[in-house]
């Protein structure tokens, strides 16, 4: 028998309780987008670095990265370890001259040529230094504050190397200094066989047994070891290219001093070459400007130079600029080592956001490689514009959504079993007492059965050809008309598919000509330059559809911001004329006369507050006994959806009411008639 085995990894933060990341608000936002113009690949993106209400976005941690970066560069110097030292040395000299000044048993003439090499010490601290490397102190304390600098800078140039060093080796001893110089030794000649082709697992392994304390990273191969190894170099020979001259000048006088030997700054020139042979990849150039006053180390130094490159890395992974990005690019790790659990728990919720949003179904590539908004997604967007038009048309907040499907009509008020398909609503009542019955004759058996359901008969309803025309012209851009059209066209389409299946909605959009849409093609319409408002022309498809249809209660919408300025002639050219043309109006009022003739319920939105325009549509609203609607823009969805349900009676109205609250709500949205 096969034993299970469980997988356990070390938790990563975030509240485990949470539940999956909801993708509701990331639809709407980047549905709106993609309706106003943007591709879904760009409104994603968007919504990632702006993040929602309750989410974090890439624009926020890559703020707070670049406030880190600012805020290390303007904070500190890199004159910290060059510093110590001349305290250190004035210190030194200091204390010997009160020893000489005090010391009476001292010759007179070498007290005299004591106090005259220390009167006459170079001004450089690095020459000093080296000119009393073979002073001979008087001071106890002199002469410790001296073999400090030695120390201090053997420490300081080993943690460059090996971040901790200058902690652990304080107050080493000769034998902590000589076990040193052994792993230096043994490290270059395993990089060195590396270098070769000639090292094997074990000779790493056999290198760590032996050397695995200065190693607190824990590298498991020689490639971890390198890339751990190489990183800090560069950091080092990057915090060297950062110094001014002088002070790098100081340094490599004052590195041959470091433990009172050469043998360190040999052994770690060999190591730095071997490292830029290995990982030549490595930023090894670069410099950065520290104006702080707070001086650095060079452990320190290096350490916050590492941090820099790990920000500079972080900036453009959270940027999401280049080609082929995706959320997996941000290291996660290094996003929590330099802005805390929060920040890496931020970005992995993100990631999971672009992952949930690739791979459920909302977004899919198309033969061109193109990524577009699904089906699935369509609906899911409509669906949130319907509970939206269901809240203004209620004015009502915070209504609790119930759930029932579509019924067909006014209920009977009789019941019959329920049969496969059925979209009439359950009758409670009769349900659970069938399902009490049963079980008293059975002595048991489950709650409710299918057997058990019956649904309430309702009376056959009208079926409707429901034309939506919406203007498409280059104005409704401009005026910043054309996301609340999309949006319109969308919940209408939404609200027929789901709960009117059986009429037939035709989307015609109409700019310098009319074409027949579906939705996907109307929501991802591009505004273009192009004169014209062919109303006529749309009209003329309407009709087609209207006539299609010769049983269903033909309903007309026309949503526009324009009077028409271009129709059709006889044999299909489109003819512009602005201020419009006689014969354009004609044309157009004909084709309206034969929408009235085919029994066409008409509605005019006008968008827009021009006198023109209003008196032409009250006069073509009155020609045909239809309606005019002057709607906000944020009002358009509501008006149009109130319209539509207006026009399939009472019932209608109740059944939108069952999904998205109750849409009477007294609106006056009515102008004209």
Known sequence: MARSRSRFRRYDGGDPLAPPVEIAEALDAIGESVMAGSSPERAMGEFLRRGGRNQTGLDDLARRVAEKRRRLLHRNNLGGTLDQVKQLLDHAVLEERKQLARDA???????????MRLESLPASTSAAVSELSDYQWQSPQARADYEKIKDLLGRELLDQRFAGMKQALENATDEDRTAINEMLTDLNALLEKHRLGEDT?????????KHGDYFPEHPQNIDELIDTLAERAAAAQRMLNSMTAEQREELMQLSAQAFGTPQLMDSLAQLDSNLQALRP???WRGSERFDGEEGLGLGDGTGVLQDLADLDELSEQLSQSYGGARMDDIDLDRLSRQLGDEAAVDARTLRELEKTLRESGTLRRDSTGRLKLTPKAMRQLGKSLLRDIATRMSGRQGERELHQAGAAGESSGATRPW???DTEPWDIPRTVLNSVQRRAGEGGGRLIVVDDIEVAETESRTQAAVAL??????SMALDDRWVPMKRTALALHTLIRSRFRADQLQLIGFGRHAEVMDIEQLTALDAVWDKGTNLHHALLLANRHFRKHPNAQPVLLIVTDGEPTSHLEADGAVSFSYPPHPRTIKHTLDELDNSMRLGAQTTFFRLGDDPGLARFVDSMARRVSGRVVAPELDDLGAAVVGSYLGSRGSSAADELGTDY????????FWVGS
């Open 469 to 474: 025309l919406v203007d498409t012209s280059f």
């Open 281 to 283: 990849g490595e930023n």
């Open 201 to 209: 697992q074990q000779d790493f392994d056999d290198f760590m047994q």
């Open 661 to 668: 609250g109750d849409w009477f709500g007294g609106r006056g």
């Open 419 to 421: 049969e496969f398909g």
């Open 105 to 115: 048993r001292m010759d007179d003439d070498d007290r005299a040529f004591a106090e």
